[in-house]
Every structure is written in structure tokens, then in C-alpha cells.
């Protein structure tokens, strides 16, 4: 197939662009190089896929109204992984309009693209932060997200809401996938592994949010892409059960679903701390601090729709993830 993923420079779409080029697939790989983080990273992760057959890169904001019309035009894509967007909970509070430019703005061109052009499939990235304030445990898709705690999650139930209306009105087949605290080799340094395995080398103290009261279903970087081409592979379907005097919100009586895809096994963060702490052989310094403005104590991902629709059973112990991610870093940075 030919396969569009946007944010191929990323840390999820590198990896998942590397596994559709071994099996075969032609990808285009899209992504705009902004300087959220360090754009050597992204441009290093992005030399893993430019010397193999079937891999173009663009260099495109999906924000860029004329620039996606005319790619999508010219490619004729088969499917669509979108992955790109403006992500993390925190930076949102301070530039608001970033995540209104990248995740509406964006997302309302990716939808266009795929329904003037006819892609057959659109898988693209919601997140576990639309549960929000929910407090029932694990989370589920079949519960209701409309209590958002921070602009970035609103964001990204907003594309949930625009994919169902796109797989209604134009037939457009969509599947959003819930991540769940994706880590692993490559990661994103705004992320806590990546902030905390670097303060520990340079004997800093880490920041640990909530007192240490925290729990992340965190979930291994190949277990995430696993479940996305899994996904990709199997085209969103009407659910004939689809009773709209009782809605269910993760499927419809048009071409859309919502799943979790996660590690469905909550790990309280001074324990994934002790991991870090494990694989670096070096014992961390904490500042314990006040839960932060916008963050949840807890996720926790109910797995079992996305394991019934695709067989998805993550498969890597955190302490494996953990350590792979220390030999990458240590590697990559050269500590």
C-alpha cells in the first residue's frame, strides 16, 4: 500500500514508518521539523528511514491549507497514519493557539485530503488525556469524555468528534487510537523518562509530580506501533449493534471507532523510577512536588475492545522498555 504518515520524524511515526517499509509498504513521510524539542533528534530518527527503498520525505506543516490539497492531489494515498501534532499537557497552558494551528486546524486538512481523495483508511492519534476527570478505573471508550482538564485534550477529543463527522456525512472510514504513555528508544525529551534518566546522569534532582502519588499505563514504543498497523490493516466498520438511543461513543452506525492502546497495567511512578534507577545503576535525588495544573494523578487503559478488533496484547514489561531506553540514550548521547 501507499501509506502517508504524518509526523515521520517523530518518535512513534519513525518507528511505525520503519515497520510498514520492512513489510513492504511504500511510505511518504511528513512533518514539518518545528522546534518543539531538538530538531537534530528528529532529523536523526528521519536518517533511519531515508536510505530505504519506498521512503519519501516532505517537509510540510499540515497546517498549510494549499500545501496538504496539492499532496494529497498528487499522491493518492491508499491510507493515512496521523500522528502529527502539537503534543504535551503542560506546554498547552502556555501557547494555546500551537494546539489550535496543529490539532484543528491540521486535522480539518488531513480530513479533507482523505475524503476528496478517497483514502480507504484514517488512523490517527487521540490520547488518553481526554478521560480528563474521570475517575472510574480502568479507563473505558465506552464511558463519556467531555471533562477535559487541559486545551490539549480538548484538542483531541475535538478529533474524535471530527473524524465521526466525516465518517457520517462522507463515508470515510477513521479509527482513533487512545495512547497511553508511549516511552521507549528515541523518546521524546519532554517526556519524564527522557527528563529523568538525564537529570539522574548528571546528578541533578528530578521534578516527581503529586508527591510520587501518580500511576502511568505506560506503554513500550514497538507494543504502540504493533497495535497501530494492526489498526491501519483493518478498516473502521459500522457497528450493526449501534443503538443511538443509547450511544456508544467508541463505535456508530458509520464507518468509526475509538480504542484504547495502551499497557492496561497501571505502574505508580516512584516504582518506574526505581527502574531508571535500576538500568542506570545510580540512585535518583526527588523533589516531590504539588500535582501540576492540567496533569492527572492516574491512567489506566481498559485494553479489551482493541484485543477483540485486533488481537493487540502488549507485550513488553516495563523494566525491559525501561533498560532498552537507557542503552539507546546512553548510545545515542554518548554517557
Not at 490539497?69 to 501534532?85: G, P, S, T, W, Y
Not at 492519534?125 to 467531555?146: C, I, L, R, W
Not at 537529570?199 to 505506560?218: C, P, S, T, W
Request: proline fraction near 5%; glycine fraction near 6%; hydrophobic fraction near 40%.
Amino acid at each position: 500500500m501507499k501509506i502517508l504518515v504524518t509526523g515521520a520524524a517523530g518518535f512513534i511515526g519513525s518507528t511505525a514508518s520503519l515497520k510498514l517499509l520492512a513489510r513492504g509498504d511504500e511510505v511518504v513521510g511528513l512533518d514539518n521539523l518545528n522546534d518543539y524539542y531538538d530538531v537534530n533528534l528528529k532529523k536523526d530518527r528521519l536518517k533511519r528511514l531515508q536510505d530505504k527503498q519506498n521512503f519519501r520525505f516532505v517537509q510540510l506543516d499540515i497546517a498549510d491549507r494549499p500545501g496538504m490539497e496539492a499532496l494529497f492531489a498528487a499522491e493518492k494515498f491508499d491510507r493515512v497514519i496521523h500522528l502529527a501534532a502539537q503534543a504535551g499537557v503542560r506546554y498547552s497552558l502556555k501557547n494555546p493557539h500551537a494546539y489550535i494551528d496543529s490539532n484543528i486546524v491540521g486535522f480539518t486538512n488531513i480530513l479533507e485530503g482523505c475524503r476528496h481523495s478517497q483514502v480507504q483508511h484514517l488512523v490517527y492519534a487521540s490520547s488518553s488525556s481526554v478521560y480528563g476527570g474521570n475517575t472510574k478505573m480502568p479507563f473505558s471508550e465506552h464511558d463519556s469524555v467531555d471533562h477535559p482538564v487541559s486545551l490539549y485534550a480538548a484538542t483531541k477529543k475535538a478529533n474524535e468528534l471530527m473524524a465521526h463527522t466525516y465518517s457520517h456525512l462522507y463515508g470515510l472510514p477513521t479509527t482513533g487510537l487512545r495512547f497511553f504513555t508511549v516511552y521507549g528508544p528515541w523518546g521524546r525529551p519532554d517526556m519524564a523518562l527522557f527528563l529523568f534518566t538525564k537529570a539522574i546522569l548528571e546528578g541533578r534532582a528530578i521534578d516527581v509530580f503529586n508527591y510520587g502519588k501518580m500511576q502511568r499505563d505506560f506503554t513500550y514504543v514497538d507494543d504502540i506501533v504493533e497495535g497501530v498497523i494492526r489498526v491501519l490493516d483493518r478498516t473502521a466498520e459500522i457497528n450493526p449493534a449501534y443503538d443511538a438511543r443509547s450511544a456508544d461513543p467508541a463505535t456508530s452506525n458509520a464507518p468509526y471507532r475509538v480504542f484504547n492502546i495502551g499497557n492496561n497495567n497501571p505502574v505508580p511512578l516512584l516504582d518506574f523510577v526505581g527502574c531508571i534507577e535500576d538500568a542506570l545503576d545510580k540512585k535518583a535525588e526527588k523533589n516531590l512536588l504539588p500535582l501540576q495544573d492540567g496533569d492527572v494523578p492516574e491512567t489506566y487503559a481498559n485494553t479489551d475492545a482493541l484485543q477483540e478488533w485486533v488481537g493487540f496484547v502488549p507485550a513488553t514489561p516495563v523494566q525491559t522498555g525501561i533498560a532498552n531506553f537507557v542503552a539507546w540514550y546512553r548510545d545515542y548521547y554518548k554517557v
